[in-house]
């Protein structure tokens, strides 16, 4: 028996869960920001009305249990083919919106031709870039974006330009592909950023529901886990070392509706 | 009853068209028929070669080692397969582009300038008819008559002008094969 | 529907279509690109999806998709591509979604060559990718055979939930031969995709197409379901081809292409009066076991005849176990073995039953 038992009438529910985000525990670390853009993209999916007709495909890494979170259909692709299979996908259901939600280790690196070729092809699929600059399910291993000078256990050193390259910059290589019709990068490390990051997730929804072209909007995330940080330090990691080295901005958006600003 | 036949040459010289329209004749007939076309690299301006068999039998084999016809274009095309034409078989052999003679005695070797009498006829490109047209006035497969017939069916009707000029290389080169089996049948000194 | 000369890529591209094939993904690759090029036309024409592939890497995870999605979709490739491919069939086999698979085999390993072979028999029929899954695997030894086989797989891979493969090679695919198509079938009506299938959670609980079991005990129970699966398809889908085994004291086993190089040389050598016939799987799996162990116990001895160097052989090797001399002649790098040479093979195995019958002849393997 609750003592505290609320008095209903008097309080408006502000906060709770999107219909696209059934109460299922999350597999993901204290202060990991999958979480967060979990929620935004299926409060946009609840905004939109479209949860009977959206299809996610997950990708494998640490996002590999998405379809567990969101309420919609779902497909869970070979590792770095989520692009290819949204493609078939979103070909034979024209009708649908259809979202691949990858990590930085599956998009830009084993699925770095699939990611590419689907941008090129102009696939009217909206791709959810989650960048936290390492290889997070496996154990923390160098990824293409990781930082130069970034430790990771496949680059105990550092990342070393000389052996290893340095970042990989997803959004802008795709802002040049002419099939590519929305391409913007925000960050979750913040609640101003979160905000923006929203604000992007539905407008490349919609962009693709105008059949406008290919459509991804990568997200700074972070992994206080495998970084070896506080979920707080994680956070300014974000801003401190990440955004500079990843700009945020939007980097192709569509020539009729230009956006202003990030 | 089973025929089978090698047609070989130079890519663009209508190869494997005069071997498809052969299959298409045969079927056309009621016959079993494959046309097998040596494929790839050797499409693109190196050398062509495609076989038919026809049959009222079902058909094995595609392929054969020892055809019991061929017609040669080329003079690679000669060397290659003037061993392997069956013993009492027909080689045709196009003179235009071939200067050495037919070695063996054991088979019905019919020289016809196709080249020579396609240009004469107003058409490079009928070579392939002129030795088709020679090859069924000496094999029992087909007639002239059934093949210029399919053609009619098979040729595209943007094509159709050139109709009149296909039947007449057809014919020519029966008569000329004819002559030529004469000739061969008739000892010079 | 006539009879018309067709080439057996164009032919088996077309009996897709009319079989229902709704979406189409594929790279170029010879000796198979004219079935990409049929579609990329007719297609388009009929208001269906096609979309040529960054890769086969790219474009068996397409398939994947579209087949997630409910719709009969298809690749066609050739050996190198269908290497490509293996992950992907892997998938799919994992989360049991349908599809066809046609591969028009060329000589390998490696890059090889563009010329007929059969050396993908491993790979398609014992699995490729990784796990424990099966395919049902059709050879066709015909363009009419390519056509109906193209039709079966269709239907198959829907009633079972299983990727259907068309084990055909090069010579199948470039030759031509009279042959009929079927009947043009509708596409399956948009609201009548399958239950399980990807279409938006409505007035219904989300679906999911996966194949990840991260509890091994789940996993292995998905397994079991998949192997319970795989042996229904046994009991009712084994196809295979008795020609002249009658009378026969010695039978060519024989699939595909060289099955009919076969029954030339087997026509030759029955004029001469040596009684042979063959024995041809038309599904490769399910293997037509009990019919060859049947098969072992009524012949003196069985050649085995394969466009590689003895992959099916195996098999039966396996399936005759010692019941009778098993041999093997093969060609293999995109050499197809001519009827001739198939004929002196029969015609040294028959002259040396005859001479000992009771003894393995030098040339037999046991």
């Known amino acids: 028996m609750s003592v505290l038992a609320p008095p209903e009438p008097a309080l408006t529910p502000v906060y709770s869960y999107p219909d696209a985000l059934p109460h299922v525990p999350t597999h993901y670390c204290p202060g990991c920001t999958h979480g967060i853009a979990h929620r935004l993209i299926a409060e946009v999916i609840d905004e939109m009305a479209a949860k009977e007709r959206t299809i996610g495909v997950a990708s494998v890494g640490c996002s590999v249990f998405a379809y567990r979170y969101f309420g919609v259909d779902f497909a869970q692709a070979a590792h770095g083919r989520a692009p290819a299979m949204a493609t078939g996908v979103k070909r034979v259901r024209p009708e649908a919106l259809v979202f691949t939600y990858q990590g930085d280790g599956d998009l830009a690196s084993i699925g770095a031709a699939e990611i590419l070729h689907a941008a090129v092809r102009g696939e009217q699929i909206t791709v959810f870039f989650v960048n936290n600059a390492i290889y997070g399910m496996t154990g923390g291993q160098m990824a293409p974006t990781t930082l130069l000078g970034q430790t990771t256990t496949s680059s105990p050193a550092g990342r070393d330009r000389a052996t290893m390259g340095t970042v990989l910059r997803m959004s802008e290589l795709l802002a040049q592909v002419d099939g590519a019709a929305y391409v913007v990068r925000r960050s979750l490390h913040d609640v101003v950023q979160i905000k923006r990051a929203k604000k992007a997730i539905r407008r490349a929804f919609e962009v693709q529901e105008q059949g406008l072209g290919f459509t991804m909007v990568e997200l700074l995330s972070s992994c206080p886990t495998n970084w070896g940080m506080t979920p707080e330090a994680a956070l300014g990691y974000i801003r401190d070392e990440m955004v500079p080295a990843f700009p945020l901005g939007d980097f192709k958006v569509p020539e009729t509706r230009a956006e202003a600003g990030a | ?189 | 529907m006539a009879r018309e000369l067709l080439k057996g890529n164009v032919a088996f591209a077309e009996a897709a279509i009319r079989a229902g094939c709704e979406a189409y993904f594929g790279y170029p690759i010879t000796p198979q690109t004219e079935a990409l090029e049929h579609m990329a036309v007719r297609m388009p024409e009929l208001g269906r999806t096609f979309v040529q592939a960054e890769s086969e890497v790219a474009a068996i995870n397409m398939v994947y998709g579209a087949a997630a999605a409910g719709v009969r979709t298809m690749t066609s490739s050739s050996s190198p591509g269908v290497s490509l491919m293996m992950e992907g069939l892997s998938y799919m086999a994992g989360s049991e979604v349908p599809a066809v698979v046609v591969d028009v085999m060329r000589g390998g390993p490696g890059l090889g060559n563009i010329a007929p072979a059969q050396s993908d028999y491993t790979q398609m029929v014992k699995g490729g990718g990784h796990g424990d899954y099966r395919q049902i695997v059709l050879a066709p030894a015909s363009v009419q055979e390519l056509i109906d086989h193209t039709v079966l797989a269709f239907d198959l891979a829907d009633r079972y939930r299983i990727v259907s493969v068309v084990l055909a090679d090069g010579s199948l695919g470039q030759m031509m031969e009279g042959a009929e198509l079927p009947a043009m079938r509708p596409p399956r009506a948009a609201d009548a995709s399958p239950a399980w299938a990807l279409s938006g959670a409505k007035e219904r609980d989300t679906n999911l197409i996966s194949s990840i079991h991260l509890d091994p005990d789940e996993e292995e129970r998905f397994n079991h379901h998949l192997q319970a699966k795989y042996a229904a398809i046994e009991a009712a889908e084994i196809r295979h081809e008795e020609h002249l085994l009658d009378d026969a004291s010695i039978a060519v086993v024989a699939f595909g292409t060289a099955a009919r190089l076969v029954k030339t040389a087997i026509a030759g050598e029955r004029a001469a009066g040596v009684a042979v016939g063959l024995f041809r799987p038309i599904t490769l799996w399910p293997f037509p076991t009990d019919a060859l162990r049947d098969l072992s116990e009524r012949v003196e001895a069985i050649l085995v005849v394969e466009m590689n160097m003895g992959q099916m052989l195996e098999d039966v090797q396996r399936v005759v176990a010692e019941r009778c001399p098993v041999g093997f002649f093969g060609r293999t790098g995109g050499v197809m073995p001519m009827p001739e040479e198939i004929a002196a093979r029969i015609r040294a195995l028959a002259t040396q039953l005859g001479a000992a019958v009771s003894d393995a002849p030098e040339e037999v393997r046991t």
């Open chain 2, 1 to 189: 009853m089973t025929f089978d036949l090698i047609i070989a040459g130079f890519g663009g010289q209508g190869v494997l068209f005069a071997g498809q329209l052969l299959a298409h004749a045969a079927l056309d007939a009621g016959l079993e028929t494959t046309w097998y076309p040596s494929y790839g690299p050797e499409m693109r301006g190196g050398t062509a070669n495609c076989t038919v068999v026809i049959s009222d039998a079902p058909i094995g084999s595609p392929i054969t080692e020892r055809p019991q016809a061929a017609i040669v274009m080329n003079l690679p095309s000669l060397v290659r397969y003037e061993p392997l034409v069956r013993p009492g078989g027909v080689l045709v052999v196009n003179t235009s582009l071939i200067d050495r003679a037919v070695e063996r005695v054991d088979i019905d070797a019919i020289a016809i300038p196709a080249d020579d009498v396609a240009a004469e006829l107003g058409n490079p490109k009928l070579t392939n008819m002129v030795l088709l047209g020679a090859l069924l006035a000496r094999t029992s497969a087909l007639t002239t008559a059934q093949v210029g017939a399919t053609l009619e069916r098979v040729l595209p009707a943007r094509h159709h002008h050139l109709l009149g000029a296909n039947h007449a290389a057809l014919a020519r080169g029966a008569e000329l094969a004819t002559e030529a089996a004469a000739r061969n049948a008739t000892p010079t000194a």
